[in-house]
């Protein structure tokens, strides 16, 4: 019976998802509305699209069985990630909102950094777009691994019919409803993250004997739970904090920026994007100080998983509720799953329409291009579903890469198009390439390779190729001729922008 309740509230949950995919495909008419929403993004639905299209299973289960096993030491990243999306909101969001239209109308990243380095040669455009249509291929593959996992672990069933049930709903509403589908349900999944990471450590803390029963308990259990030094190392601490370097170049999220009515949407996402995040990482905190209590006065045997702690979030929820609630909170993890994937698939389809298709020359018209970016998610989606029917996969390994790759290559190019008027297209592409050569290098001969998020004492990838990508691209735009006169000018009309949000008409052409 229990089994039933729980079907019923996935079916629930499932049916909603599709119901704004359809909501949201009866306002898509046209291939910007499809890859960017027509730039009338409303702020609040940007915040929590972007933090839910981020955070993914991470941190529902990931963040707390890590605090759950090692304590506080392992908060380091998601101080660092907190960090990062504060600094990208405030920084990059209302420069890049109001340059991608400025430069051409740009609505990719790879298109951008064409229009705005005036990139005749679409050569950094098409090598930006295969690197992100490669990549997030396979992270699109990682996350429907890991919903058929999860549909096997709590619902009994066969993982390929979990998986193709998770893959299959995700795929239909952003098929149809493209980037408003993929926002819309980010904003209710990112809604039901937050509640379930309030709800089950607050109950847990009262079945537990309140605040002061719940310390005493960890106490017991790790005396050092609070300290965020223990066990800790320089080189650990440093590797946790660089995972924030990586938002600056996570095309999934920046795109939201682009997506913003105006430059002065970018404060309002700002408080409502960190509310949300800093609100989940606590509960996540306290989802493994609840557990911790809980199993230490009800037996740690009850933890489904041992090895890792990362099921304390699962377990809690169905020891503490009734089936029919547990269900909706086992669907938080879902939600951040194929909140994800979703986004995922948007940014990977625009890049074969938008950027690999017409970086080589194909013009599409508004209709060619809505339908493309449709026909470009179910591509992408069949090579991703191919790659999940193996759920031991190695191509899974590279999930790891893909936050620091896109970090390295991306997010120094990002931050000197917007900040640095100098910045040339040669300097650019070499610093772009190289970054992630060398992200991916340093990652793949590390001395101890066990992709582990929070492990050791080995230097995260993305602070070197970051700081390569960054140094290259000032070394080589100093050695280039200069940006035209033209690409001057289209720099100073985005800073005269940011005061009102405005745009002139007549520095703003037909996308190209």
């Given at each position: 019976?229990?089994?039933?309740?729980?079907?019923?509230?996935?079916?629930?949950?499932?049916?909603?998802?599709?119901?704004?995919?359809?909501?949201?495909?009866?306002?898509?008419?046209?291939?910007?509305?499809?890859?960017?929403?027509?730039?009338?993004?409303?702020?609040?639905?940007?915040?929590?699209?972007?933090?839910?299209?981020?955070?993914?299973?991470?941190?529902?289960?990931?963040?707390?069985?890590?605090?759950?096993?090692?304590?506080?030491?392992?908060?380091?990243?998601?101080?660092?990630?907190?960090?990062?999306?504060?600094?990208?909101?405030?920084?990059?969001?209302?420069?890049?909102?109001?340059?991608?239209?400025?430069?051409?109308?740009?609505?990719?990243?790879?298109?951008?950094?064409?229009?705005?380095?005036?990139?005749?040669?679409?050569?950094?455009?098409?090598?930006?777009?295969?690197?992100?249509?490669?990549?997030?291929?396979?992270?699109?593959?990682?996350?429907?691994?890991?919903?058929?996992?999860f549909f096997q672990s709590m619902f009994g069933g066969p993982y390929l019919t979990g998986m193709l049930l998770v893959a299959g709903v995700t795929i239909l509403y952003t098929l149809?409803?493209?980037?408003?589908?993929?926002?819309?349900?980010?904003?209710?999944?990112?809604?039901?993250?937050?509640?379930?990471?309030?709800?089950?450590?607050?109950?847990?803390?009262?079945?537990?004997?309140?605040?002061?029963?719940?310390?005493?308990?960890?106490?017991?259990?790790?005396?050092?739970?609070?300290?965020?030094?223990?066990?800790?190392?320089?080189?650990?601490?440093?590797?946790?904090?660089?995972?924030?370097?990586?938002?600056?170049?996570?095309?999934?999220?920046?795109?939201?920026?682009?997506?913003?009515?105006?430059?002065?949407?970018?404060?309002?996402?700002?408080?409502?994007?960190?509310?949300?995040?800093?609100?989940?990482?606590?509960?996540?905190?306290?989802?493994?100080?609840?557990?911790?209590?809980?199993?230490?006065?009800?037996?740690?045997?009850?933890?489904?998983?041992?090895?890792?702690?990362?099921?304390?979030?699962?377990?809690?929820?169905?020891?503490?509720?009734?089936?029919?609630?547990?269900?909706?909170?086992?669907?938080?993890?879902?939600?951040?799953?194929?909140?994800?994937?979703?986004?995922?698939?948007?940014?990977?389809?625009?890049?074969?329409?938008?950027?690999?298709?017409?970086?080589?020359?194909?013009?599409l018209s508004a209709t060619g291009k809505l339908w493309g970016g449709r026909i470009g998610v179910l591509a992408v989606s069949i090579i991703a579903l191919i790659l999940a029917l193996n759920p031991e996969s190695s191509v899974?390994?590279?999930?790891?890469?893909?936050?620091?790759?896109?970090?390295?290559?991306?997010?120094?190019?990002?931050?000197?198009?917007?900040?640095?008027?100098?910045?040339?297209?040669?300097?650019?592409?070499?610093?772009?390439?190289?970054?992630?050569?060398?992200?991916?290098?340093?990652?793949?001969?590390?001395?101890?390779?066990?992709?582990?998020?929070?492990?050791?004492?080995?230097?995260?990838?993305?602070?070197?190729?970051?700081?390569?990508?960054?140094?290259?691209?000032?070394?080589?735009?100093?050695?280039?001729?200069?940006?035209?006169?033209?690409?001057?000018?289209?720099?100073?009309?985005?800073?005269?922008?940011?005061?009102?949000?405005?745009?002139?008409?007549?520095?703003?052409?037909?996308?190209?």
């Amino acid at each position: 019976m229990d089994l039933v309740f729980k079907l019923i509230a996935l079916a629930i949950y499932f049916g909603a998802m599709l119901g704004i995919g359809l909501y949201a495909f009866r306002k898509t008419t046209d291939g910007e509305d499809y890859m960017l929403g027509g730039r009338q993004l409303h702020p609040f639905t940007a915040a929590l699209s972007a933090g839910a299209s981020d955070m993914s299973g991470w941190l529902l289960m990931g963040l707390p069985g890590a605090l759950y096993m090692n304590g506080l030491v392992e908060a380091w990243i998601a101080v660092g990630l907190t960090v990062g999306a504060g600094l990208n909101w405030f920084f990059v969001a209302p420069r890049l909102r109001q340059y991608t239209q400025i430069a051409s109308n740009s609505i990719t990243v790879p298109s951008f950094f064409g229009n705005r380095l005036h990139d005749r040669t679409n050569i950094l455009r098409i090598a930006a777009g295969v690197i992100i249509l490669v990549f997030f291929t396979f992270y699109v593959s990682s996350g429907m691994v890991a919903g058929g996992v999860f549909f096997q672990s709590m619902f009994g069933g066969p993982y390929l019919t979990g998986m193709l049930l998770v893959a299959g709903v995700t795929i239909l509403y952003t098929l149809f409803g493209g980037f408003l589908g993929a926002s819309y349900t980010d904003v209710v999944q990112g809604l039901i993250m937050l509640v379930s990471l309030i709800i089950v450590p607050v109950t847990a803390m009262f079945v537990v004997g309140g605040p002061g029963a719940m310390f005493e308990s960890v106490r017991q259990v790790n005396a050092d739970f609070g300290s965020m030094t223990a066990g800790a190392t320089a080189v650990g601490v440093i590797s946790s904090l660089a995972w924030g370097l990586g938002y600056f170049g996570q095309p999934h999220i920046i795109v939201r920026f682009m997506a913003l009515r105006s430059s002065r949407d970018a404060k309002y996402g700002l408080v409502v994007g960190m509310s949300w995040m800093v609100l989940c990482v606590l509960g996540a905190i306290f989802t493994a100080l609840a557990g911790l209590a809980y199993f230490q006065q009800n037996g740690p045997e009850l933890l489904t998983d041992q090895k890792n702690g990362e099921s304390v979030f699962l377990d809690l929820s169905q020891m503490l509720f009734h089936p029919l609630i547990a269900g909706v909170l086992l669907a938080a993890v879902l939600a951040a799953i194929m909140s994800t994937i979703s986004s995922q698939l948007i940014v990977t389809s625009s890049a074969l329409v938008e950027d690999f298709l017409g970086g080589i020359g194909m013009r599409l018209s508004a209709t060619g291009k809505l339908w493309g970016g449709r026909i470009g998610v179910l591509a992408v989606s069949i090579i991703a579903l191919i790659l999940a029917l193996n759920p031991e996969s190695s191509v899974l390994a590279l999930v790891a890469f893909a936050w620091a790759g896109f970090g390295a290559a991306f997010g120094p190019i990002v931050l000197l198009a917007l900040f640095w008027r100098r910045l040339t297209a040669a300097g650019a592409g070499v610093g772009m390439i190289v970054g992630a050569v060398v992200a991916f290098v340093w990652g793949q001969f590390r001395p101890d390779v066990d992709w582990n998020l929070f492990g050791g004492d080995h230097l995260y990838e993305i602070v070197p190729g970051f700081a390569v990508c960054l140094i290259l691209a000032v070394v080589v735009s100093l050695v280039t001729p200069r940006p035209s006169a033209q690409a001057m000018r289209e720099f100073d009309a985005m800073e005269a922008s940011l005061a009102t949000g405005e745009i002139a008409e007549e520095k703003t052409a037909d996308a190209v």
